[in-house]
């Protein structure tokens, strides 16, 4: 292991260790203490200028105030209505194209696969205007559907690297057994592969969740009113609704942070799984 | 079609051996198809119209007008487009400092004591944060009179100074802002490969004296490599990806200073400043073309390793 472990420099080591762990984490997290400090922070104290001491008093209020006073609930509807068929969309194509690229060995293979890896990486602003170009011409413009295709078709590339890899690293003497049995090939993916790859949809489906409900840029571009839009984008508005009202703004925010937090801390090994394939070989 | 010759008294038979004889060969297909008609429609075929897009005079709505270069030669004595440029140039440079400081802080948490699992959790915690809510934290940490780092620099040289409204401070006070989801990213990725380092290889090379950074340089590292190069194509194309911070934390101000290319062609193609699709088009297509240079760099090493692995 390295660093060398601290208990090889004894018990004194230990205990500097882990006071220097909660110090430090202190440190890192301190723009996101302060803002959930401001949170709850009553109006009363920012006009005082109590602006980073202890809150005179907690005001739960501002969470209230926050949902009574705009559409934060709406964007967190609209948020969850274009993310979970997000998820689902990118993770079964991916499934399909996974197993495509993973499995068979023909001609195009490998250039297939790189055209995915490789969009996976482009710019979004190259694709900016056609697709909302075309999102307007379909009449998908400021709709769900637009965005939920959208977003299933850039995933599709990210998505396609990662369970290609997976299957790639399964046994193939199960898929070459089963052949010889003469089981169909969808019956293999079906009944063989498709199981063996839960793991990898666990992990990609929170990937993926999170990845599309912290998207800003395309909620933007392909949306416009407060009854579409994500909350990424609600909360930019909101923003400049609620200039100088920080424990407002500080709610909001928080609101909007939670869902992907919750979700990290409910499915943490299956995010790390996911963000780190390849990090090891 | 010569060779279709001998398998014709096969087609002859009923379609269900015909499948069966070539299934091996369609299936792949089939599974692609759904994927390849989705990506090409939302991602490749845009591409190509972009570049295309690049050459006309558009504002959205009416008739496009061929024009040419104009818009690229309108570029080059454009002031905006050299400070994007250079801004993204700054983006790029700065934010590779995530790979250094990730690994830091993954060897300070690469320890086995009580509770160690949830510091690594807490310390990973920025990344899981919309880049949106990360913009208004640091806003706020920045914030002229009252925020806490503008009361930090108070307090240290007796007088604040507001990051986000001064035009030389402001595009590294965002590119702060960027790093701090980045290296908790950069380091969970270490942590996953310090995870995986041989130890007896750690053990021999402790035997020989190794120790401290130049174990860490000759014994460590080389064995890290994997987490490295990820890190190092994230943190890249994230940087030149860099657009909701900016957005959200200052709208490409003061006056223009914190622009970055992605920025500056949503200005112009999207915004109240007009419907240039044509010029935003142009200034995609540079911005692709530098994105090009790396990704093509990081293609082609895949590819190699695709080979050498099988």
Partial sequence: MFPRPVQSRGPAAVAAYQALLPVALLLWLLPLL??????????????????????????????AAVFRNSP???????????????VIGAVALSCLTGFALGVYRFRSNLLIFFMFVAGNFVPFQILMVP?????????????????????????????????????????RELIEAARV?????????????????????AALSVLIFTFIWNDYFWATVLTTSAATQPVTAGLYSLNGQWIAQWNLVS???????????????????????????GAVK | MTEARPSAPRAAAPPRSWWRANQQRLTPWLFLAPGILMFGLYVIWPIFESFWLSFYDWDGLGEARWIGWGNYRELRSDPAFYTSLRNNVLWLVLYLLAVPAGLLIALFLNQTVFGIRLYKSLFFFPFVISQVVVGLMFSWFYAPNFGLFYKLVEWLTGTGVAVLADPDLVTYGIIA????????????????GLNN????????????????????????????????????VVTVIGALRSFDLVSIMTDGGPFGSSRVLSFYMYEQALSEYGYRMGYGAAIAVVLFLIMMVFISGFIWKMVRDEREGY
Avoid at chain 1, 40 to 56: E, I, K, M, Q
Avoid at chain 1, 260 to 270: D, E, K, N, T
């Fill in chain 1, 34 to 63: 302060g803002v959930a400090l401001t949170s709850v922070r009553p109006t009363a104290d920012l006009a005082a200028g109590n602006y980073f001491g202890w809150p005179s008093a907690f005001a739960w209020d501002n969470y």
């Fill in chain 1, 72 to 86: 934060i609930g709406r964007y967190m509807l609209n948020s969850l209505i274009v993310t979970v068929p997000t």
């Fill in chain 1, 131 to 171: 697709v909302r170009d075309m999102s307007v011409q379909l009449g998908l413009y400021n709709t769900y559907q637009g965005l939920i295709l959208f977003h299933i078709a850039f995933q599709t590339g990210f998505c396609t690297l990662f369970m290609r890899n997976f299957i790639r690293a399964l046994p």
């Fill in chain 1, 181 to 201: 049995e003469g089981v169909a090939e969808w019956r293999i993916f079906w009944f063989i592969v498709l199981p063996l790859m839960r793991p990898a949809i």
């Fill in chain 1, 251 to 277: 709610a909001g925010s928080i609101v909007a942070a939670l869902p992907p937090v919750l979700m990290f801390f409910a499915m943490q090994r299956h995010f790390i799984a996911g963000l780190t394939l």
């Fill in chain 2, 177 to 192: 802002a960027g790093l701090w989801p980045q290296i908790a990213y950069v380091m969970i990725l270490y942590l996953t």
């Fill in chain 2, 197 to 232: 380092v041989a130890p007896d290889q750690v053990e021999a090379a402790r035997l020989d004296g190794a120790k401290g950074w130049r174990m860490l340089w000759y014994v460590i590292l080389p064995q890290l490599r994997p987490a490295t190069f990820i890190a190092v």
